[in-house]
């Protein structure tokens, strides 16, 4: 079984990525928090894990244990499979989960697509007694240090007001500062941080 892979991030699409380790492309799903994290066009690590069935074996990823933990308990509940367990987690933090699930919020998991009022009964009735002892997360170790100093406040201020998630603004901009002078004046560490977090084809 693949446990962690290190390699090139070759592409990130909707819902996936490919990262190359010694020529070999491997197509891995993971939540938007973790794809927003890897920095594309260069090295990253993903946690790994892998579900081999009949007809394929799939490849989940994580920036950190606390969202792999998280997946590996979702996906125990009725309802719940892989691909829903990454839409709860691109929607709510390992962080987000814990409180959602102590503090009864159902609103909270039936924000996600495919999370109905039913199947959110269904996971805080099964997780209440769990949620307290799984992680809450750290920020992802594969994402780089965003650019200290007014304006990168400035530019995470500017991003979470777009309505981006600060996971994924942070992210964006740890990306852009990497490839600027520092320290970029905000405009241009703005403009680049919006370039990162455009859909790409």
């Avoid at 190359?20 to 260069?42: E, F, K």
């Avoid at 892989?82 to 919020?105: E, H, R, T």
């Avoid at 039936?110 to 997360?137: D, I, S, W």
């Avoid at 777009?162 to 320290?183: N, S, T």
């Amino acid at each position: 079984m693949i446990a962690r892979l290190v390699g090139r991030v070759e592409g990130i699409s909707e819902g996936s990525c490919v990262l190359d380790v010694n020529g070999v492309g491997y197509l891995v799903h993971a939540s938007t928090r973790t794809l927003a994290a890897l920095p594309a066009g260069a090295t990253g690590t993903l946690l790994i894990e892998t579900h081999v069935r009949e007809d394929a074996i799939l490849l989940y990823g994580f920036a950190d244990g606390a969202e792999r933990d998280w997946f590996r308990l979702l996906i125990t509940v009725q309802g719940v499979g892989a691909k829903l367990a990454l839409a709860l987690l691109s929607v709510l933090s390992p962080a987000d989960l814990v409180g959602a699930i102590q503090s009864g919020d159902r609103a909270s998991l039936t924000r996600v697509a495919g999370v109905g009022a039913k199947l959110a009964v269904r996971l805080l009735t099964e997780l209440r007694e769990k949620a307290g002892a799984m992680p809450a997360g750290t920020s992802p170790p594969s994402a780089s240090v965003a650019p200290a100093g007014d304006a990168a406040a400035d530019a995470l201020s500017a991003l979470l007001n777009l309505g981006y998630r600060r996971a994924e603004a942070q992210a964006a901009l740890a990306r852009a500062g990497a490839g600027l002078d520092a320290p970029p004046p905000l405009p241009v560490l703005l403009r680049a941080a919006l370039r990162e977090l455009a859909p790409r084809e």
